[in-house]
């Protein structure tokens, strides 16, 4: 690890130092000219405000010094003997160490209070940009759009140039999910890149925990390779841990000289838990969209296996029956009225049960859905329906048979619901595509009042079009 310079923190003491020393200059020649009116002792307390500055600004130590001075600079310029740094009343003396010892309290307290104010403005901007990401985790939008803002969030909680959100890989690589930077990088969201040479990656990986990345001097890799292009002096990195495994990595990195705070880790691990939430939930919705899809699919194929048995076996079954009842009813004696009838009347009667077996299979799963695609099969769904319905499809496109299917059933239920309990004279139904998404609507003149929670019926056709990716909207 790389040696920090020292150099900064003496300057900023100096600086307040010399600062404070013309405040006291300043306030000498206030108290000078105010000391032919009251006596000077009235002024004493106004040294102390040059040290509360200082200790508000630059710390105790530098408030130390310029209490110092201020107190050499009274007994120089107040008391006896004047323009002397001798004094000769011991009182003045013991007075001039209580005003140093004031002057040194005061300036302790002012910079504990900078000190708590600045502590709580922190944690009043940590604890804002922790709601911000929770708010958006709860709201379950994107794993991407919470992983941009957990990133944008922590380069600026951290005072970071540059903050990155890195996936592992199953074979050692990295990918980049999300960026935020005051400087240009060249390792952008999507790029894969492999661990090589130094990098915060890398170390959080084989450590298993935070790390910080002093300097990348000298090391090789891609990751190193592009820090010191841009610039960086230091990193810090925490893990990212979905259901007990490391998953990913969040790091932040800075072009001065200045360390991140001690509290950095924490800072980023508060973050880091609401990423792993929201994973963890993407992946938890993700198994059970696909479990649902899957349940839905078997379910449609069971569908389709059993109206082909009805098509291919009772149904041609049943036909060839009627065909030989016709036929017996064709050869029966004359003199057996009674028979023929008999006969005549069976074949109607097996007639009449193809037909609602027929329309049976078709409610299973409709053959012309399978042949001609969603338009025929909506034609056909018109036709038999006892409420006329008006029919737009602009489109004449096929999908995959999971959104023909869900299409088809969202229709055909709407308007069964329209014929059982809406009283509606009339219906309307729109097929349409825009750009990848194809969309349908069913709207009716009746009483309306449909309500998922009340029935089965809409509830199994929202989890049939949530199941493909879809949404339903009653």
Request: aromatic letters at 6%; glycine letters at 10%; one cysteine or more.
């Amino acid at each position: 690890m790389a040696r920090r310079p020292v150099s900064q923190p003496i300057v900023r003491w100096l600086g307040g130092l010399l600062a404070g020393v013309m405040m006291v200059a300043a306030l000498s020649g206030l108290v000078a000219l105010l000391d032919s009116l009251v006596p000077a002792i009235h002024f004493r307390v106004l040294y102390v405000l040059p040290v509360v500055a200082v200790a508000i600004r630059w710390g105790t130590g530098c408030a130390a010094v310029t209490a110092a001075v201020s107190a050499v600079a009274y007994a120089y310029l107040f008391l006896p003997p004047l323009y002397s740094f001798r004094v000769s009343d011991p009182w003045s003396a013991v007075e001039l160490g209580v005003f140093l010892l004031t002057a040194i309290v005061v300036g302790q307290l002012a910079a504990r209070l900078r000190r708590a104010a600045l502590e709580s403005a922190r944690l009043s901007k940590e604890q804002s940009a922790l709601r911000r990401v929770a708010t958006l985790v709860a709201q379950s939008v994107p794993p991407t759009t919470v992983f941009e803002a957990v990133t944008q969030e922590v380069g600026l909680l951290c005072g970071a140039d540059l903050a990155r959100m890195e996936r592992y890989e199953g074979d050692g690589a990295v990918t980049g999910l999300a960026v935020w930077g005051r400087v240009p990088v060249q390792l952008a969201v999507g790029t894969r890149f492999e661990l090589e040479g130094l990098s915060v990656a890398r170390e959080v990986r084989q450590a298993g925990g935070p790390v910080r990345v002093e300097s990348f001097t000298g090391a090789g890799g891609a990751i190193a390779l592009e820090a010191r292009e841009l610039g960086i002096r230091s990193s810090v990195g925490c893990p990212i841990v979905v259901a007990g495994r490391l998953w990913g990595v969040i790091a932040a990195s800075r072009k001065s000289d200045e360390p991140f705070p001690v509290n950095t880790e924490s800072q980023i691990a508060s973050f880091t838990e609401l990423v792993g939430t929201a994973i963890a939930n993407a992946e938890s919705h993700a198994q059970l969209a696909a479990s649902r899809a899957r349940v839905v699919a078997a379910a449609d194929e069971a569908r389709r296996g059993l109206e082909r048995d009805l098509h291919d076996g009772a149904q041609q079954r049943l036909v060839s029956l009627v065909f030989e009842l016709r036929g017996a009813q064709d050869v029966a004696p004359a003199e057996l009225p009674v028979l023929r009838a008999d006969l005549g009347h069976a074949a109607d009667e097996l007639t009449e049960v193809i037909e609602e077996l027929r329309e049976l299979s078709r409610g299973l799963h409709p053959a012309a859905l399978s042949h001609g695609g969603l338009g025929p099969a909506l034609r056909a769904l018109a036709r038999r329906s006892p409420v006329p319905i008006e029919l737009r499809i602009t489109t004449e496109s096929r999908y995959s048979p999971p959104v023909e299917v869900a299409a088809y059933y969202v229709i055909s239920e709407a308007l069964t619901n329209t014929v059982k309990h809406a009283g509606a004279s009339r219906a309307e139904v729109a097929v349409e595509e825009r750009g990848s998404t194809l969309r349908v609507f069913v709207s009716d003149d009746g009483a309306g009042g449909a309500d998922s929670r009340r029935g089965s019926g809409l509830i199994g056709l929202r989890d049939r079009v949530e199941s493909i990716g879809g949404s339903i909207e009653v």
